[in-house]
């Protein structure tokens, strides 16, 4: 899973992408943060050219974290689509959560 590490990549990499996005914002601290990455690893490649997924550490990126109101809860899931945030999950999740909420984002985006 790739990184956003500035305000312009959000803003190409996420913000203008043509499918849905899910964002995960962490914290080094975070140890779940780690302890879930497989699970996003996975669900990258199952929806490989139907959804994009980024990491974005919010103790560099600050800025960006508050203006989509993560406010150093961790980890933050977000979903994007057409440059709007959308559901959120607030917290440790699944791999059958994650999969659900990125499911209906590709589901409304087909």
């Known amino acids: 899973m790739e990184r956003v590490d500035s305000g312009l990549e959000f803003d190409s990499l996420v913000v ?10 962490v914290d ?17 490649q ?5 959804c994009k997924f980024y990491k974005l550490d919010i103790s ?8 989509c109101g993560v406010l150093g809860y ?9 440059g709007f945030t959308g559901m959120r999950i607030r917290g440790p999740a699944t ?6 909420l990125v499911t209906t984002y590709v589901k409304l985006s087909s």
Request: net charge negative; proline share 9%.
């Open 60 to 67: 560099l990126n600050r800025e960006i974290a508050a203006k």
């Open 28 to 44: 080094p601290l975070c140890e779940f943060c780690d302890f879930i990455e497989p699970a996003m690893n996975q669900l990258a």
């Open 95 to 100: 791999y059958e959560e994650l999969r659900k």
């Open 46 to 50: 199952e929806f490989e050219g139907k």
């Open 16 to 25: 203008k992408s043509p499918i849905p996005v899910m964002v995960e914002f």
């Open 74 to 82: 961790v980890p933050y899931f977000m979903m994007f689509k057409g």
